[in-house]
């Protein structure tokens, strides 16, 4: 089911906090989402409430406008190759939690698509690679019948939940991926023994590999690094298993392999 939320927005927005707030709190399970999703990394969230004041409505409507024409054809490709039913698709104007994250919501596993996070990454043009990636995380979740923001309470996990997105991508959009610069994969190619040393001296020391994710963050100068090895990780598996056990794996099976994969 789609969940259009953007008109109502509309109707509230005058560019300020305040019609924000009246807007989200039409959907109070959305706004909890939003306010838990920065409470879990112990953030406050009410310190972000002033990114809403960069936006303009002309690009949020880009950003609207964009992803409803992309996103039939995503899915009519993702339905060919995976049964995907029982789900649930959520556009909103959120507070930079990202422009597309899975999650649960009314009861069912979701894709929300926030279009604030997609005018900030001007991603106007690349939205067929992000819908393709968000519509990995709900396979991978459909497929394990478990939640995967669960699964990623450890961290070491995220190099398998992202990479196996990652990889759904690559089959529906191939690369480019929708966050790559020029020159990013040959360079993460280049330098994949450092990104594994990398990624393994922060498990090893209990650190942070946000670094490695998030768009907000940088590593060795590049950005999604995490992304590259995650999806080399998949391919790795992808020697012993198909893409449905690869999802299904137990999560210390899962474990067990990221370390054997990142000493390799």
């Not at 969230?45 to 002033?50: A, D, F, I, Q, T």
């Not at 556009?91 to 999650?103: C, D, K």
């Not at 450092?194 to 950005?223: D, H, I, M, T």
Request: charged residues 35%.
């Amino acid at each position: 089911m789609l969940i259009d939320t953007f008109p109502t927005f509309l109707k509230h927005w005058d560019g300020t906090i305040k019609s924000w707030l009246r807007y989200i709190q039409e959907y109070p399970e959305l706004f909890e989402k939003i306010k838990s999703d920065y409470e879990r990394y112990k953030m406050d969230w009410r310190e972000y409430l002033k990114l809403l004041t960069k936006r303009n409505t002309d690009e949020l409507k880009l950003a609207y406008e964009s992803l409803l024409k992309v996103l039939p054809e995503v899915k009519r490709k993702i339905k060919i190759l995976f049964d995907v039913k029982d789900y649930n698709i959520v556009v909103y104007v959120g507070l930079e939690n990202g422009a597309g994250w899975v999650t649960e919501f009314m009861g069912k596993p979701s894709i929300l698509f926030g279009l604030e996070a997609i005018a900030e990454l001007k991603w106007y043009d690349k939205l067929e690679g992000l819908i393709a990636h968000e519509f990995g995380h709900l396979v991978h979740w459909l497929l394990r019948g478990e939640d995967i923001e669960k699964l990623e309470d450890e961290q070491i996990i995220w190099l398998y939940t992202e990479g196996f997105a990652q990889r759904i991508e690559d089959l529906i959009t191939s690369r480019p991926w929708h966050f790559e610069e020029e020159g990013w994969f040959k360079w993460c190619e280049e330098h994949e023994k450092l990104l594994k040393e990398e990624f393994l001296r922060r498990v090893r020391k209990g650190e942070a590999l946000n670094p490695f994710f998030g768009s907000w963050y940088q590593l060795f100068g590049k950005q999604f690094l995490g992304y590259y090895l995650g999806y080399k990780f998949i391919l790795k598996l992808e020697e012993k298993f198909s893409l449905e056990e690869i999802a299904k794996l137990e999560k210390e099976k899962i474990k067990e392999e990221i370390l054997k994969f990142l000493r390799d």
